[in-house]
């Protein structure tokens, strides 16, 4: 059976020689795409047949040897690869395909310096070799995409117009991370024959991370006239309108992405866009259960509780917003953790406790969330007590706590803060001074203590000269004395 098969080959290459005059290309190409098969189905012909087919009037075809070799290496083969690279070397030692063919071996063996050793000689003998700037770009994109980015930029020196070099110039960067980069190349090449539909979706995902929303929109948008069932493309699209704040194009494009698309695997990013876009058109509801979504795609993404917990506070659902929040707090790494967390919880408890909601915040509910934000803020004095913060959250909840400053509960924490910002004389705190001086001028008011509260609106008028509450009360102030005046001359004079 063997012997048939060795005639049938040999009787197939003595008719490729009758015609070889005519067309010898063709002859020994029909002669490799054999050997293909043979390499598949029965490699041990497949020997013999190859140095049949490269014996003879063949011995010096150097783009025989080459594709033979080639052949190998596609089924990887790479002893005989190797052996068919050095028969062509044998016939033309500076050619560069033999240099190109060395260095895809060596590419395949996983060996990136040997590889590009070889292109790199291809190139020194045949400048314009093209190919082997490709490849050692390729080649060297991550173990060196510095030399990566050199070695296509020497090759548009000389083909300045050479489309696929900036083709590879685009995906270096785009593998990189270097999107600003990966953009600009992008767009040196993305209107002609080169591009392809994925070069298309990665410059729009370029300058979308290069956060260039419109124009990464505009060419998702002539992705999808060319391919409107793209998931990338109408992924891109929502991304871009919901950051963009076009919440209500984003919606749209959501209901196609995730209604009318097949066989899509959805993200953990995808479901985060759209609680963003949900909770922009108050469907507080479902950005919840979009952002749950998300972290159930991806267990890591704990982050997105305090996205939900943000949601749940613009729902007003005080109690959810912290409890999520508290959620996110339990998944930060310990390195991570800082009093602004605790302060958070204050600030949700402070929201709680001023909340509009009379229907569902009862007094008692309202007392009670205030009495747990005068907590917590206690707690981030005591933590941090070179911040006049928790001091500062302290007055303004305990003022709450006394509406009508009947008990002076703010009055000791806002002294407080007094003392600790003065020493600083900085005008940056002249906002916060302001408050505390306001506080304290009323209480002593209240108190009929009329000089102790002048001095205070006067502290005001120092810091802000035109402050028209300040000026109202020490006009009031004015009026009380002169009507206690009176009022003490008429009880003389009875």
């Known amino acids: 059976m063997k012997k048939n098969f060795l005639f049938c080959c040999c009787a197939g290459l003595l008719f490729a020689g009758m015609v070889s005059a005519q067309t010898p290309a063709a002859d020994w190409q029909a002669g490799v795409d054999q050997l293909k098969e043979l390499i598949k189905n029965d490699p041990e012909q497949a020997e013999d047949f190859a140095k049949d087919l490269t014996k003879g009037k063949n011995k010096k075809n150097l783009d025989l040897m080459v594709a033979v070799g080639e052949a190998y290496l596609e089924a990887k083969n790479f002893d005989e690869a190797e052996k068919y690279a050095d028969k062509a070397g044998k016939v033309d030692r500076k050619n560069p395909q033999v240099f190109i063919l060395r260095g895809d071996i060596a590419l395949a063996r996983e060996d990136v310096g040997t590889a590009c050793g070889y292109y790199e000689q291809a190139i020194l003998f045949d400048p314009q070799c093209y190919e082997a700037y490709l490849k050692y770009a390729r080649a060297y994109k991550a173990a060196s995409p510095s030399q990566a980015i050199d070695k296509l930029k020497q090759l548009k020196q000389i083909a300045p117009d050479y489309k696929e070099a900036d083709k590879a110039l685009a995906d270096v960067y785009y593998s990189n991370n270097r999107f600003g980069e990966a953009a600009e190349a992008y767009a040196a090449f993305i209107n002609t024959p080169v591009a392809t539909e994925r070069d298309l979706s990665n410059y729009a995902f370029a300058l979308f991370l290069n956060h260039d929303f419109e124009k ?18 109408n992924r891109l699209a929502m991304y871009n309108y919901a950051d963009l704040k076009r919440f209500p194009e984003a919606e749209q494009r959501a209901e196609v992405f995730f209604n009318e698309l097949k066989d899509v695997t959805y993200s953990s990013l995808d479901y985060r866009y759209h609680g963003v876009l949900l909770t922009a058109q108050s469907r507080y509801d479902d950005a919840v259960a979009s952002y749950k979504k998300a972290i159930e795609l991806d267990s890591a993404a704990t982050a997105i509780w305090k996205d939900v917990s943000e949601v749940y506070e613009t729902a007003g659902k005080y109690q959810e917003s912290i409890d999520a929040y508290q959620k996110y707090c339990e998944f930060l790494p310990s390195e991570e953790k800082t009093l602004e967390n605790d302060f958070q919880v204050g600030r949700l408890y402070y929201g709680w406790g001023t909340s509009t909601d009379t229907v569902a915040v009862t007094p008692d509910i309202r007392m009670a969330a205030l009495q747990k934000a005068d907590s917590v803020f206690a707690s981030v004095a005591e933590q941090a007590p070179d911040s006049y913060l928790g001091n500062m959250w302290r007055a303004r909840t305990n003022s709450l706590m006394d509406p009508e400053t009947t008990q002076g509960l703010a009055k000791p924490y806002y002294e407080k803060v007094v003392e600790m910002l003065l020493p600083k004389n900085d005008a940056r705190y002249n906002t916060v001074l302001t408050e505390c001086y ?26 802000d ?26 009880a003389q004079q009875k």
Do not use: C, H
Request: glycine share 4%; charged share 20%; proline share 3%.
């Open 216 to 233: 990464s929109l505009d060419i998702a948008l002539k992705g999808i006239e060319k391919n409107p069932k793209s998931a990338v493309f």
């Open 438 to 463: 306001s506080y304290l001028g009323y209480y002593f008011l209240l108190q009929s203590d009329y000089a102790t509260s002048t001095d205070y609106w006067n502290k005001i008028l120092a810091i």
């Open 465 to 490: 000269p035109n402050n028209a509450v300040a000026k109202r009360a020490l006009d009031g102030i004015a009026a009380m004395k002169k009507q206690a005046a009176a009022a003490a001359a008429a």
